[in-house]
């Protein structure tokens, strides 16, 4: 029996024309122009799959995809769209299709896909899973849980604004990327991208860097600014910057897309005094909050893949990942977030000996990572080994004092195998190892350097 398939398209010329592809590959074909009667269709067990364009004149199917993923969880949907943008993608990953096909299309690819989804041997789920994972890891945000699609909706409504963007969330939830995301889809997307990390930042630091002639607003002109760790802003530079964006003459005022980033609630500073409520307001015109991981574990699953996927093109062994590891995954808090379970994933991948992850594996790692949190937290462990440390200094040098600079040559013992562990878990990506640190990118450049570290990769 032929595989049927209900087709979705205001456009009767492109109904027509993919009625008849369709039909020649051997497809039943049914088809409509709207989304209520493509839902009712799906409501009575129609149809093998769905193929479907995004809006028909006032209806959306991404607005019905949820109650036809209830209805038919195992149904694969197809959805083409001429609008061809990041809020598209995601919007469709993040409901739950199969598949994401952008118009104009080439039809022998679209085919292709469509047998793809329709493919029912013993080994399809797993075809689906590598599929959607190649996929997902090309996108700027990974996840299809209900906390997702309200940041999607979010990023969609201010992509193509000049507004100014407040992200906030917890260390590791992605606030970069949502970021890089909406410059990379707005009418700036041809300028410049320049970003800046505040944390442990003076305020003569930060108006060197921001506001001078050649600062990073400056070379962000034209482009998008991006400025991360708003909340440790010293008070001195959130004068500035409220002056600035006040400032109504256009030979003051920058030409730059601002996009901030907080870790901590900005309301909640600012009820605090600890942050100029009038720069807050100025800062908080669309709001964007990023759940933690723990808040979205649907989208473990997908995370890990499109993870695993990532690693290997990184030049990691090739691993997939089972059903129980992702249940293990689920069952841990993540303080962390998607940057722990990326690092996690990317040492699964380079250590087990395994094509496949399994529970056992994660656990491991898991476990690795709650021993090294208590030796570091244990009077038995790194305290107290750090105190056996400093007393042999004073041991050694008795009756006398330790030579002078004692702080320094213990820090720097601390510091070294910090920032080599975290430069090795990232690959050498300053960047990344910088965010992992919690310090800002120059003063991680400036200790590399200090302490003789040598790297094998830039940023």
């Known amino acids: 029996m032929s595989a049927r398939i209900l087709l979705a398209d205001d456009d009767s010329s492109l109904r027509f024309v993919l009625s008849q592809a369709l039909g020649k ?43 036809m993923r209830t209805a038919r969880p195992d149904l694969p949907v197809i959805v083409m769209s001429a609008q061809s943008t990041v809020a598209t993608a995601l919007s469709a990953a993040g409901a739950g299709a199969f598949d994401y096909v952008p118009k104009p299309f080439d039809l022998d690819e679209l085919m292709a896909v469509v047998r793809r989804a329709l493919d029912g041997g013993p080994d399809a789920k797993t075809r689906a899973q590598a599929n959607k994972a190649e996929k997902d890891e090309r996108l700027p945000l990974i996840g299809r849980s209900a906390a997702m699609q309200d940041v999607y909706r979010v990023m969609a409504r201010v992509a193509g604004t000049d507004l100014t963007v407040l992200i906030e969330g917890e260390s590791g939830t992605g606030k970069e990327r949502v970021a890089r995301a909406i410059h990379d889809h707005s009418r700036r997307a041809s300028g410049p991208y320049e970003t800046y990390s505040l944390a442990g930042v003076g305020a003569a630091q930060i108006d060197r860097d921001l506001f001078a002639t050649g600062g990073k607003f400056a070379k962000a002109s034209g482009g998008t600014l991006f400025l991360e760790d708003i909340d440790e802003l010293p008070s001195e530079a959130q004068t500035r910057l409220a002056g600035l964006l006040h400032a109504e003459d256009p030979g003051v005022r920058p030409n730059t897309r601002l996009i901030v980033a907080a870790q901590r609630s900005l309301a909640g500073l600012a009820r605090q005094g600890a942050f100029r409520q009038d720069l807050f307001y100025r800062l908080n015109v669309v709001a964007i909050r990023l759940p933690p991981l723990r808040d979205r574990l649907d989208d473990v699953g997908d995370l890990a893949r499109a993870f695993l996927l990532r690693a290997k093109r990184e030049g990691l062994p090739e691993k997939s990942i089972d059903a129980a590891a992702i249940e293990r995954l689920k069952a841990h808090a993540f303080p962390g977030n998607i940057r722990e379970l990326e690092n996690l994933l990317r040492r699964a991948a380079a250590l087990s000996p395994a094509a496949v992850i399994t529970a056992r594996e994660v656990g491991a790692e898991l476990g690795a990572d709650a021993r090294e949190a208590a030796s570091i937290e244990s009077d038995e462990g790194f305290e107290a080994a750090l105190s056996r440390r400093v007393a042999g200094e004073f041991s050694a040098a008795s009756p006398d004092m330790p030579a002078a600079g004692l702080y320094d040559r213990v820090l720097a013992e601390v510091e070294r195998p910090l920032i080599l562990q975290a430069l090795t878990a990232t690959r050498g990506n300053q960047i990344r190892a910088a965010a992992v640190l919690g310090i800002n990118r120059n003063t991680l450049r400036k200790k590399i350097q200090t302490l003789g570290i040598r790297t094998g990769r830039g940023d």
């Open 25 to 67: 590959e051997g497809y039943a074909v049914r088809a409509t122009g709207n989304v209520a009667t493509l839902s009712k269709w799906v409501r009575e067990g129609e149809g093998d799959l769905v193929l479907s364009d995004v809006y028909m004149g006032d209806e959306c199917v991404f607005d019905a995809l949820p109650a």
